[in-house]
């Protein structure tokens, strides 16, 4: 096996999960987040040719699927014009944990939903931060990530946390695309 498989079989292996939710947060519609899951698996493996050490796996696992997803969204509009999909489409896609309880399972079900309309709504780099953010990646990782500083990054996470938590509590009934400034 070569190292560039290894550290493929590597990174998919500790960070896999995290790329299936990244995914999620970008594409609603199973098929398009099948697609850009395929998209993010060829980037990653490619880019493992190059990989010199000089930052960590994590970091650049996450450097290159920001970036495939990136241009995938960008493919995308100009495919077709860019719209929300419905709560319900997004939950005809996602299987509830047998081990919940029904209702509870539902209500985090649509509350996560929400969630992820709206994160899909934001502008591509407040967007990739805040996904940064809930895979528990630091600000100094984001940064690096990102090529942005740390102290910009704690910024945004703070104005975009607040500008969400707006958005969810008042039912995403804002029409205008959620921007955190």
């Known amino acids: 096996m070569s190292d560039q498989d290894q550290l493929y079989k ?18 609603a519609a199973p098929e398009e987040r099948r697609d850009l899951l395929q ?8 880019s493992f040719a190059g990989f010199d050490g000089r930052c960590s796996l ?14 995938h969204i960008l ?7 860019q719209s929300l999909v419905s709560i319900e489409e997004i939950a005809a896609g996602d299987e509830i944990a047998s081990s919940e309880d029904a209702a509870h399972a539902a209500a985090r079900s649509q509350a996560l939903d929400r969630l992820y309309a ?7 780099i407040d967007r990739q931060i805040i996904l ?3 895979e528990d990646v630091d600000a100094a990782a984001i940064g690096e990530v990102m090529g942005i500083s740390p102290g910009y990054v704690a910024t945004k996470i703070h104005r975009i946390k607040k500008l969400l ?6 039912g995403g009934s804002d029409d205008r695309q959620p921007h955190a400034g």
Do not use: C, M
Not at 58 to 71: E, I
């Open 39 to 46: 998209e993010i698996h060829i980037a990653l493996w490619r």
């Open 118 to 124: 709206l994160i899909q709504r934001l502008n591509p």
């Open 58 to 71: 994590r970091t650049w696992v996450y450097r290159v699927a920001h970036n495939a997803a990136a241009s």
């Open 165 to 170: 938590a707006e958005r969810f509590w008042n």
């Open 75 to 81: 493919r995308s509009r100009k495919r077709r014009s």
């Open 10 to 27: 590597e990174a998919i292996a500790v960070h896999g999960a995290a790329l299936d939710r990244l995914a999620r947060a970008y594409e």
């Open 132 to 134: 940064l953010y809930l």
